[in-house]
């Protein structure tokens, strides 16, 4: 496709339950960054990658959370034992192989924990 | 990490100029400045970015602080399609604020 896709769009899990996150970025697209976004809230920075190298995971919340990039193409970010503050959307967004240009950002996956 | 801050909300009538500013005191001497928007029930996209100089294109103009300490975007007509949240961030961090809820009245 031509843009940054998520799925699933939406997930409801029981508190408890371990959930996967998919992100299909724009092909040759180097750059990946994960976000979690609150009702009413910009998006906080979780973690970035650059191809298949974790760059920077301090915007992680816990250890429940992980990414990972095997490929340097698809991202999954797995949240462990979701917790109902866990409850957002999480975003995606990716940039091409030149510094200082636009992101792409997927539609978000809304996440519920019930 | 470099920070900015942004006004919560304006608002505007549909077809006035809108400035929304933002503040980056602590930006790098090569940080660009980047901003996004944000649609309800959307991801952000991309606006327009720039280092240095004033830069302009199709949906707006950002002007820059010759201390780059301070940029302001710049709706030149607002329209009711304009009316979203609008982040400014630094870098290649993408790192975003609370950002600025535009309001666009008829």
């Known amino acids: 496709g031509a843009g940054v896709s998520q799925s699933p769009r939406y997930k409801v899990a029981k508190r408890g339950q371990d959930v996967a996150l998919r992100c299909d970025p724009i092909s040759g697209h180097v750059s990946l960054f994960w976000y979690q976004q609150a009702l009413g809230q910009g998006p906080e920075f979780l973690t970035y990658f650059q191809n298949e190298a974790q760059l920077d995971k301090s915007g992680l919340p816990s250890d429940r959370f992980f990414a990972e990039r095997p490929e340097g193409s698809v991202s999954t970010l797995k949240i462990q034992r979701t917790q109902q503050e866990d409850s957002a959307v999480y975003l995606c967004a990716t940039l091409g192989p030149f510094s200082n240009t636009e992101a792409f950002f997927g539609q978000g996956t809304r996440l519920t924990v019930v | 990490d470099a920070k900015t801050t942004q006004p919560n909300s304006m608002e505007s009538n549909e077809e006035e100029p809108v400035h929304l500013p933002c503040n980056h005191s602590t930006i790098s001497g090569t940080d660009y400045i980047h901003w996004y928007r944000q649609l309800p029930s959307q991801g952000p996209e991309y606006v327009i970015h720039?280092?240095?100089s004033n830069v302009n294109n199709r949906m707006a103009s950002l002007a820059i602080a010759e201390d780059r300490k301070s940029s302001t975007l710049i709706l030149h007509r607002a329209t009711l399609r304009d009316a979203a949240v609008y982040y400014c961030?630094?870098?290649?961090?993408?790192?975003f604020g609370a950002g600025t809820r535009l309001t666009v009245k008829p």
């Open positions: 720039g280092l240095t």
């Open positions: 961030a630094l870098g290649g961090d993408m790192r």
